[in-house]
């Protein structure tokens, strides 16, 4: 049967005719050898190392998983792996002004490390803060902090409830009166009694909404002064670790204030006018008050501190760090 010949030269060819099998492959297999030597030998795989999907030709990432290709040099090595798991495919702007990502695009994520003993977190932070805080950052759990913030407010309540048994508190007859009651109406001993309790209840759970408004308060001011920061490494999860953290001091400064109330106070009898200004409670404190209200500022500052190196790890080439611990210690000290 009569082979047509097939001639190739500076990649022009005639396409060979033949009424055999054997012809039509030879066909084939001569047009693949005119593009391979057109578009150079593969320097890409055909399926993907991650989700082995298959590539389309000349991709760059995976349209499947976003894995970057690495490239196959002319020896056969393929090249280092890409430091990010995910492409950075840029976004394109929509008709609205908003940018939109390929259906396969998942963005980069940020690494989360196993959360590390909380006897070494503690003691990196009161040894090197600057240092141990950005580690936290990047092992964001709520278990921790949730400990440190239930620990500082079960310290402060039962400071306060020593303070109150200290403190024989007598109500105006004019309370009585318009409250519609008389004194013989109420046992102040049973009263006082169910009163200290609940306080000493309750002040753990004001710690603990304490931490959560808290964590709003620096997500949002992230938002407004780091909004290039992507979303997933300000997240609600990571501002809750931060804040949590930062309640740390107040575990010394409760733990001081104990010690104040068991060993610096003396019993006294105070009169409250009003049933919702317990203030006068405070009263017997004189200038041990207001050297307790020093260090409450000295320990808020320290807190603060580890929210701004905190901060400073997530946008370290920014400068919106000391703004956002200026703001967010005049929140905590006018609001708490």
Known sequence: MLQWKTAIT??????????????????????????MSKNGPETTPKFCGNCG?????????????GTPVPTIESTGVVSAKPSSPYAPIPPTV??????TYPPSYRPERI?????????????????????????????????????IVLIAGIISGIALFILTSKTTIEFSSGLFESLGMSGADIDMEEYMQFFMMMTAFFTPFGFLISWIIG??????????????????????????????????PRIFNELVR???????????IVTIDDIWDLSAISAPLGIIGDILSFVDIIFLIWGVVLVYFAVKSIDPEGSHAVIIGIIYAVILFFVF
Not at 53 to 65: E, R, S
Not at 94 to 99: F, I, K, L, W
Not at 113 to 132: I, N
Not at 220 to 243: C, D, G, W, Y
């Open 10 to 35: 500076n990649n022009k060819f005639l396409i060979p005719v033949s009424f055999t099998y054997n012809g039509i492959f030879s066909c084939i297999n001569v047009i693949e050898l005119i593009f």
């Open 53 to 65: 999907q298959k590539l389309l030709g000349g991709a760059t990432f995976c349209a499947y998983c």
């Open 94 to 99: 929509s008709s609205r002004g908003a940018p």
């Open 111 to 147: 690494v989360r490390e196993p959360a590390l003993p909380f006897a070494q977190h503690f003691q990196g932070v009161l040894l090197s803060p600057q240092l141990e805080m950005p580690r936290i950052v990047k092992r964001a759990n709520l278990s921790q902090p949730f400990l």
């Open 215 to 248: 964590s709003i308060v620096l997500w949002i001011l992230q938002a407004i002064f780091s909004s290039q920061v992507p979303s997933h490494e300000r997240n609600f999860k990571t501002m809750a670790t931060i804040v949590g953290w930062s309640f740390l």
């Open 258 to 268: 104990l010690a104040a109330f068991i060993f610096l106070i003396e019993p006294s």
